[in-house]
């Protein structure tokens, strides 16, 4: 059993995407999950940390963390260190008080404490709340926060409006980024979205209307991958595909009062529902309202809706959906 540590504020959209790299996943407190196992594609996650493999859990202080980790068997050998979390502030813990008492319990145990580079970490977890808790398990695997560094700004190619890279890495794992899959994205603009699949180890295929928005995907894409990419110019509602050609669709539809687009919004957007499901299998689209009954008019079937509130006016829709 793990223990894995969500980013962000939302922990239904966080645990959602984690489900696409762990088993199980089951709600443990703000800001906490539990899992049965992890999938190579963890290192990918975009609203999780870290993982640890629990050892046990109890009521948020620091006399039951000792008492955790006192009944505990410990199994491993070398040098550990303790880092203890308030998660989102929620238990007011003192946690340098947390580090020191389960440290010199280790040490009472035989352990040497190095915290600058040891061999195991422990990490005690406090979470709070009306299911608040304390857990405490062995570090096991942490995801790689490297698409912060590459913001949109830092590309050959930006426009205004181009979506952060950490919601558009957890679209990709959602649709089903990885190794072996082909992703499309019919609306690609920039290509956002599809840097963050082609980085989670997907084969990407972008599709835009606009040659300026082609061509600029294009850059993008060359500067960020190491090829498996292909863009073309074309229609969203008339894909240049033969029927399957793709595993997965993701797409972030034109916003109403900032579309530039022409023609009618809502028949775009169901065209482009009814090609992908001509296409693919799976699909995610985001939007500033929920398509899901044109995604059903389109044949395809819900699994999920999450609302995400960007600021006063603006709210993201996602909606998961598959054949």
């Given amino acids: ?16 995407e984690a489900e696409h790299a762990a088993s199980d996943v089951s709600p443990l407190a703000p800001g906490l999950v539990t899992a049965r196992g992890l999938s190579e594609q963890f290192d990918h996650l975009a609203y999780t940390h870290r993982a640890s493999e629990l050892i046990g859990r109890g009521v948020p202080t620091v006399a039951d963390a000792r008492a955790i980790l006192s009944a505990a068997t410990i199994d491993r050998e070398g040098s550990v260190a303790v880092r203890a979390v308030d998660v989102r502030s929620t238990t007011g813990i003192d946690t340098q008080e947390v580090e020191r008492t ?21 990490r005690a977890l406090f979470s709070g709340g009306e299911n608040g808790t304390c857990a405490l398990g062995w570090l096991a695997a942490e995801t790689n926060r490297g698409f912060g560094e590459h913001t949109p700004t830092d590309r050959p190619f930006f426009q205004p409006g181009s979506m952060d890279p950490m919601l558009a890495r957890a679209l990709a794992n959602i649709a089903g980024a990885r190794p ?7 609306m690609c603009g920039t ?5 963050e699949a082609g980085l989670a180890g997907a084969d990407v295929v972008g599709v835009d209307v606009q040659e300026k928005m082609a061509r600029g995907s294009r850059e993008n894409l060359a500067d960020a991958l ?13 894909l240049p595909l033969s029927d399957d050609a793709v595993d997965t669709v993701v797409f972030d539809a034109p916003y109403g009062r900032q579309s530039k687009i022409e023609g009618d919004l809502g028949e775009l957007v169901s065209d482009a529902l009814r090609e ?31 609302d995400r509130r960007v600021h006063r006016s603006l709210t993201r829709y996602i909606v998961v959906l598959r054949t």
């Fill in 191 to 195: 290509g956002g979205i599809l840097i």
């Fill in 102 to 122: 389960l440290g010199a319990e280790l040490v009472d145990r035989g352990f040497e404490v190095d915290l600058d580079d040891p061999d195991h970490e422990l």
């Fill in 180 to 186: 072996g899959a082909t992703v499309l994205d019919p």
């Fill in 276 to 306: 992908a499901r001509r296409v693919g299998s799976r699909c995610v689209v985001v939007g500033d309202k929920p398509w899901a009954q044109p995604a059903h008019n389109a044949g395809w079937t819900t699994e999920a809706v999450f």
């Fill in 226 to 238: 190491d090829g498996g990419f292909e863009v073309i110019r074309g229609d969203g509602g008339r």
């Fill in 1 to 16: 059993m793990y223990v894995l540590e969500l980013a962000g504020q939302d922990d239904e959209f966080a645990a959602y």
